[in-house]
């Protein structure tokens, strides 16, 4: 497709379990983000891919969470030992490359943990 | 520590009337780059409009523009002629070096919901 693609659109799921979430980025984007959207806030950062490596995984709350982008397209992140807390939208976002003005985001993942 | 400050969780604005989202932002890097983005009620975010901190002019897209005062930090938002279709949620973001991180990736702001009446 033209734009960033999320997959699932939502996902419900026990306290405790696992989850991935998936996003497809614009082809030929190099740069990849996840964000975290809580009800009310402004997305909030979790973590950068420049091709397939994290450049910067700052932003991840803690060590449940986990994203790998091993071909430098596709991305997933993972959340293990999901809690309440957890739920949110997850927003993926891709741009040409690094620096890059204009990032194209994803319709996002609304995860729920009941 | 980085920060974005949005004022104004609601407005109420006539079509046809031009309309400030107001933005103030705080960072002690030189290098910066401001960002206005909409999200509708569909949850995309749709970039709007891009300033950097060494811009001398102010950026301007079609019907939006980001009045940028760097002395007084603001980066506001400027609409005109609004529409029934700028009903949305509307985030400032600044990308910098964010407090025990990188600079890559955006600090965004808590947004202003704007809705437009007919």
């Known amino acids: 497709g033209a734009g960033v693609s999320q997959t699932p659109s939502n996902k419900v799921t026990e306290k405790g379990k696992y989850v991935e979430l998936r996003c497809d980025p614009i082809?030929?984007?190099?740069?990849l983000y996840w964000y975290r959207q809580s009800l009310g806030q402004g997305p909030e950062f979790l973590i950068y891919?420049?091709?397939?490596?994290?450049?910067?995984d700052s932003g991840l709350p803690n060590d449940r969470f986990f994203a790998v982008r091993p071909e430098g397209s596709v991305s997933t992140l993972k959340i293990q030992r999901t809690e309440r807390g957890d739920s949110a939208v997850y927003l993926c976002?891709?741009?040409?490359?690094?620096?890059?003005?204009?990032?194209?985001f994803g319709q996002g993942t609304r995860l729920t943990v009941v | 520590a980085q920060k974005i400050t949005q004022t104004q969780p609601g407005m109420f604005v006539q079509e046809k009337e031009a309309v400030t989202l107001d933005c103030t932002y705080d960072?002690?890097?030189?290098?910066?780059?401001l960002f206005w983005y909409k999200q509708p009620s569909s949850g995309e975010m749709i970039f709007l409009i891009y300033?950097?901190?060494?811009?001398?002019q102010n950026a301007t897209e079609g019907r939006y523009s980001l009045n940028f005062q760097k002395a007084r930090k603001s980066a506001n938002l400027v609409i005109s002629a609004s529409q029934l279709g700028d009903s949305a949620m509307y985030f400032c973001?600044?990308?910098?070096?964010?407090?025990?991180?990188?600079?890559?990736?955006?600090?965004f702001g808590k947004g202003t919901h704007l809705i437009i009446q007919p």
């Open positions: 976002a891709s741009s040409l490359g690094r620096g890059d003005t204009e990032a194209f």
């Open positions: 082809s030929g984007h190099t740069a």
């Open positions: 891919f420049q091709g397939t490596g994290a450049a910067d």
């Open positions: 960072t002690s890097d030189q290098s910066y780059g």
């Open positions: 300033q950097g901190s060494y811009d001398e």
């Open positions: 973001a600044m990308r910098g070096r964010r407090t025990g991180g990188g600079a890559d990736g955006l600090t």
